[in-house]
T-cell receptor
C-alpha cells in the first residue's frame, strides 16, 4: 500500500537558520506529492506540490523536489522565520485511479525561536 | 471565497455517548472528505463523497461511525457509541471534483471522549 515517512520531530531552529524536513514515500506508480502546513489553531493548508519526477514545488520560500530515484520529497527553506512555526505534513495521492485521496505522514513540528 | 466550515470546534463527551459533526464545503465543490487526526499522527481518510454518493469508505469503522451527504452539499459525521480511542480531531475537506487533487481543509472539530 501507499505510505509516507517523515523525519521525527520536533525540530527547533533559530531565526534565519536553514531548514530541511525529510520525507520518503512508498507507492505504486508515480504519485503526486504534497507538503501541507498546519499553523496553530488553523486547518491544514497546501504549501506546495509536485506531480511528476524532477518537478520542484515552491511557495513562500519553501522548496521540495520530487526525486523518483530516491522516492523522496524533502522540504527545504534557506532562512526560516518565527512565523514558519507550525506542523508540516508530507502527503501523496496516487495517479491513474478515479479516486484521489491523500495519504499523510505523521507530521513534523517546527518551532523557530527569535 | 468562504472556506470549509465545520462545527462545533470542540466537543467533550463521555464514552458510549453519541456525537455528530457538521461540515459545509466550499461552494461548488463536488468532492467532500472526512479525515481523522489522532494526536501525533497524520490525518487518515475515513470517507470520501462525490456529490451525494460514497466513493471510498474502506477505513470507516462502520459499526459505530456513519456519514451522510444527502443533498450533495453539507455533510454530517456521527459516532455512536463513542469510545475513548475516538478522541481526535475530525477534519473535513473539499475539492472541485475527484480528479482535482488539491483539497481545502476546515479547521476541524476536536473531540475528547472521557
Amino acid at each position: 500500500g501507499n505510505s509516507v515517512t517523515q523525519m521525527e520531530g520536533p525540530v527547533t531552529l533559530s531565526e534565519e537558520a536553514f531548514l530541511t524536513i525529510n520525507c520518503t514515500y512508498t507507492a505504486t506508480g508515480y504519485p503526486s506529492l504534497f507538503w501541507y502546513v498546519q499553523y496553530p489553531g488553523e486547518g491544514l493548508q497546501l504549501l506546495l506540490k509536485a506531480t511528476k519526477a524532477d518537478d520542484k514545488g515552491s511557495n513562500k520560500g519553501f522548496e521540495a523536489t520530487y526525486r523518483k530515484e530516491t522516492t523522496s520529497f524533502h522540504l527545504e527553506k534557506g532562512s526560516v522565520q518565527v512565523s514558519d512555526s507550525a506542523v508540516y505534513f508530507c502527503a501523496l495521492t496516487p495517479l491513474g485511479g478515479s479516486n484521489y485521496k491523500l495519504t499523510f505522514g505523521k507530521g513534523t513540528l517546527l518551532t523557530v525561536n527569535p | 471565497e468562504a472556506g470549509v466550515a465545520q462545527s462545533p470546534r470542540y466537543k467533550i463527551i463521555e464514552k458510549r455517548q453519541s456525537v455528530a459533526f457538521w461540515c459545509n464545503p466550499i461552494s461548488g465543490h463536488a468532492t467532500l472528505y472526512w479525515y481523522q487526526q489522532i494526536l501525533g499522527q497524520g490525518p487518515k481518510l475515513l470517507i470520501q463523497f462525490q456529490n451525494n454518493g460514497v466513493v471510498d469508505d474502506s477505513q470507516l469503522p462502520k459499526d459505530r461511525f456513519s456519514a451522510e451527504r444527502l443533498k450533495g452539499v453539507d455533510s454530517t459525521l456521527k459516532i455512536q457509541p463513542a469510545k475513548l480511542e475516538d478522541s481526535a480531531v475530525y477534519l473535513c475537506a473539499s475539492s472541485l471534483d475527484v480528479s482535482r487533487v488539491e483539497a481545502f481543509f476546515g479547521q476541524g472539530t476536536r473531540l475528547t471522549v472521557v
